[in-house]
């Protein structure tokens, strides 16, 4: 834990991950959460949240996928941990960037992955400790995309993008 910044933001999977691995550079948050989360720019930790359900996980893996980026699968993604550290340059309430969706958002660069470490998420900028253990798989993430959680052959397909019929619906949010 020595040299990690004190302060850290959870962020939920696969969003977490893909802060530090996938090139995500824009964490979107509304304005009162960054001013009531204390948000500035600085360094600071990544938190993958305890929380993962499967319309966010579909939503993010295909969200994802139009950027390029292949996320693991849900069972291997880490939560309830800090999972790297990201500087906070800039916040801002426009922009170009493929990733910013709005209203606001923290740019991040320089993401630095660690090995988790197990840790208490919060809402906002919290100083973290270490805690607990990681959060384990739930029940739906092995059998994700495999029918009847048969993996005996994933190798011969293991390269392949994921597929959906349709955009999956975003979690939160009433299509119009």
Avoid at 38 to 59: F, P, Q, V
Avoid at 120 to 135: K, N, P, Q
Avoid at 136 to 141: C, F, Q, S
């Amino acid at each position: 834990m020595s040299g990690l910044p004190p302060l850290a933001l959870s962020v939920r999977q696969p969003w977490a991950w893909a802060i530090i691995h996938g090139g995500k550079v824009i964490e979107n948050r509304s304005l009162g959460a960054i001013k009531s989360g204390n948000m500035d720019c600085r360094r600071i930790c990544i938190h993958a949240a305890t929380g993962l359900k499967r319309s966010e996980y579909d939503w993010g893996l295909w969200r994802l996928h139009r950027h390029g980026v292949t996320a693991p699968r849900p069972e291997d993604l880490p939560r309830g941990a800090i999972i790297g550290t990201v500087d906070v340059v800039d916040i801002i309430s426009e922009s170009d960037s493929e990733w910013f969706g709005g209203p606001w958002g923290l740019v991040l660069e320089n993401p630095a992955p660690v090995e988790p470490i197990p840790a208490v998420g919060e809402l906002g900028y919290f100083a973290w400790e270490r805690s607990g253990e990681l959060a384990a798989p739930l029940p739906w993430m092995f059998g994700y995309d495999r029918p009847n959680g048969d993996s005996r052959t994933l190798s011969l397909f293991d390269d392949l993008p994921p597929s959906f019929a349709e955009a999956p619906e975003r979690p939160g949010r009433k299509r119009s």
